[in-house]
């Protein structure tokens, strides 16, 4: 049966893309057949009249995945705002059996699944007259567990401690927190000290800074991640998903 994991964030840009990118290498560098799923994407680029879905290329390029971009990631949006949103501007609301559909075929395909979030865990996906339905509501579908990553640097205890009480509170398990950013310092790590003795969640992995994003960003998060997360610790966390 496929395994799988959902990765959120504390807030929006903490660097979930990246911490999943390392995720994905790690384990199909070491031949576990994995793929990366993600719902919906905002803030895609526009070249000529393509949208290149830059998370879901990123991912792919960073762990050697070979899987067309709309069955990983169904919908794309241009506007950089919460999906939403970007839906109304642009006329294209979230089918949810499309996402089921796509996350199904994924299931049948391969034997573990990476899924990572828009923004943090409140982040509304659908605003119709239904209600609002958030990336929480999402997750209780899929029936996953998470990971939680968080930033490494000043106002992360708060924003993780927050983030933690509120998943709990919903009933959905956390295996583990990922922290990004991470440097060698007294700061960082009396932060995840703290955020430990406050949450009762381990720190799975410290994912350290990378100086710059445009030097060779592939190499350098294949070797951030190499150094941050053992294969061992990332099968454990997986679950079986239903």
Do not use: Q
């Not at 903490?14 to 990118?21: L, Q, S, W």
């Not at 949208?51 to 960073?62: N, Y």
């Not at 960003?217 to 941050?228: C, D, G, L, N, S």
Request: aromatic share 6%.
């Amino acid at each position: 049966m496929t395994k799988g994991i959902f990765i959120v964030g504390t807030d929006t840009d903490v660097g979930k893309t990246i911490v999943a990118a390392g995720l994905m290498h790690v384990l199909r560098s070491n031949n576990y057949n994995a793929a990366y799923f993600k719902a919906a994407l905002s803030g895609a680029l526009k070249i000529g009249n393509k949208l290149i879905t830059g998370d879901a290329k990123l991912v792919s390029e960073v762990s050697n995945l070979e899987e067309v971009y709309k069955n990983i990631t169904p919908y794309i949006y241009k506007a950089p705002v919460s999906p939403h949103l970007a839906a109304k501007l642009e006329n294209n609301p979230m089918d949810l059996n499309i996402v089921r559909e796509k996350y199904d075929a994924l299931k049948e395909k391969y034997d573990f699944i990476i899924a990572e979030g828009s923004g943090g865990i409140v982040c509304p996906l659908i605003d119709d007259e239904r209600g609002v339905y958030t990336l929480e509501n999402l997750i209780k579908e899929l029936n996953m567990s998470v990971i939680i990553v968080a930033r490494a640097g000043l106002g992360t205890i708060n924003h993780t401690a927050l983030t933690v009480r509120y998943i709990e509170n919903l009933g959905i398990k956390i295996k583990g927190i990922i922290i990004n950013n991470y440097k060698e310092d007294f700061l960082c790590d009396d932060n995840i000290k703290i955020i430990e003795k406050l949450t009762k969640v381990p720190i799975i992995g410290k994912f350290k800074n990378i100086e710059s994003l445009e030097d060779n960003m592939i190499k350098a998060i294949r070797t951030k991640a190499e150094e941050a997360f053992k294969i061992e610790k990332i099968i454990e966390v997986m679950e079986e998903l239903k």
